[in-house]
C-alpha cells in the first residue's frame, strides 16, 4: 500500500485537528501596480521549502518536532476579480478563526491583506496590526482601485482607526502618505527602530502580523513586483520578528514575492526561511 504524497511547506504536514497553525496560498496578483507574478509565490514556496532545513539553530527548534501546522494547500481564486477574491479569503479566515487555530496566508499580492484583517477585527475589536513593508500602501485608491496593493494598509484603516497601525521599515510612498500616516498611524521609517518598545505596548493585545517580503532589500530580495533599494537585511528582519515572540498574533501573512523576477532561485529560498523562522518563533 502506498501513502498519499501531497506537496506542503516542508514539515507543515499535521492534521488539521492538531494543528496551531493552518497555512495557506492565495495565488493573485490582479492589482500589482509595476510587475506581477506573486501568484506562483506560495506553489515555488512549497517545492523549494526541500532546500531548507526543519531545524533552526537560531531558535533551537525544529518544525518537525516543535510546530503544529496544516497547510491546506492554494485557494482557486478567480483572477481579476479582487472583490470575489477577498471575499474567497475572508471565507477560509472565517473557517480557521473559528475552528481556534491562527490563518497564515501566503501571497499574493498584499491587497489580500484587508481580507483576514477584516475577519479578525470582528472577532477581537482592539486587533492591532504589525506591517513590514518597504512601501506606505496609503494611497486611498490607484489608478481609481481602492482594492489595490498600494492601498491595503488605508483599507485596514478603514477598519482598525487611528493608532492601532504600526508600520516599520517603510522607504517609500508619496510625501502625501507620508504626512498623512504622523496623523494616524504608528509609522517607523526605513528599519526596526522602536519595535522592542512597541512589543511591551502591545503585551497581551491580539495583533495580525503582515510581511511585505519586500521590506528586504533588493540585493538579498530582487524577486518582487516593486523592489525598493535601501532594505533591511536577511539578518535584520529574522531578529525583528525574534522580537516578536512574546506577542499575542492572532493571525499573520507573507506576501509578494514574484519568484520569477529572481533566476537565482535566492528569493524563494529566502522566503522559505523566513516562514520557518515565523512558524518557530509563534508555535507554543
Ligand atoms: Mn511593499
Ligand atoms: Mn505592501
Redo the contacts with the bound molecule.
Keep these: 500500500m502506498l501513502e498519499k504524497n501531497v506537496t506542503t511547506f516542508i514539515a507543515c504536514d499535521k492534521p488539521y485537528d492538531e494543528a496551531e497553525f493552518v497555512l495557506w496560498g492565495a495565488p493573485f496578483d490582479s492589482t500589482t501596480s509595476f510587475r506581477p507574478g506573486t501568484r506562483f509565490a506560495s506553489s515555488a514556496i512549497r517545492t523549494e521549502s526541500f532546500g531548507i532545513e526543519t531545524y533552526s539553530p537560531y531558535l533551537d527548534k525544529d518544525l518537525e518536532e516543535d510546530a503544529r501546522v496544516f497547510d491546506a494547500g492554494d485557494l482557486e481564486l478567480v483572477f481579476g476579480d479582487s472583490e470575489r477574491v477577498l471575499e474567497q479569503v475572508k471565507q477560509m479566515t472565517q473557517i480557521i478563526v473559528s475552528d481556534d487555530k491562527i490563518p497564515v496566508m501566503i501571497g499574493g499580492e498584499?491587497s489580500l491583506t484587508s481580507a483576514p484583517v477584516s475577519v479578525l477585527a470582528r472577532h477581537y475589536p482592539d486587533l492591532q496590526l504589525l506591517h513590514f513593508?518597504a512601501?506606505t500602501?496609503l494611497r486611498e485608491d490607484y489608478l481609481g482601485n481602492p482594492w489595490s496593493?498600494a492601498s491595503?494598509i488605508k483599507r485596514c484603516h478603514d477598519l482598525l482607526g487611528d493608532g492601532r497601525i504600526h508600520s516599520f521599515g517603510i522607504r517609500s510612498g508619496e510625501k502625501a502618505e507620508f504626512y498623512w500616516a504622523k496623523e494616524h498611524l504608528d509609522m517607523h521609517k526605513f528599519n526596526f527602530d522602536g519595535l522592542e518598545d512597541l512589543v511591551e505596548q502591545l503585551d497581551g493585545k491580539p495583533v495580525y502580523f503582515t510581511l511585505?517580503l519586500?521590506v528586504l532589500d533588493p540585493s538579498i530580495f530582487p524577486g518582487t513586483g516593486t523592489p525598493e533599494a535601501g532594505g533591511v537585511s536577511f539578518d535584520e528582519l529574522r531578529i525583528a520578528i525574534t522580537k516578536l515572540a512574546g506577542l499575542n498574533i492572532v493571525g499573520l501573512d507573507v506576501?509578494?514575492l514574484a519568484p520569477h523576477y529572481d533566476h537565482s532561485g535566492v528569493s524563494t529560498a529566502v522566503a522559505c526561511k523566513i516562514i520557518r523562522e515565523i512558524l518557530l518563533t509563534f508555535s507554543k
Design positions: 498584499h513593508d512601501h500602501d496593493h491595503v511585505d519586500d506576501m509578494e
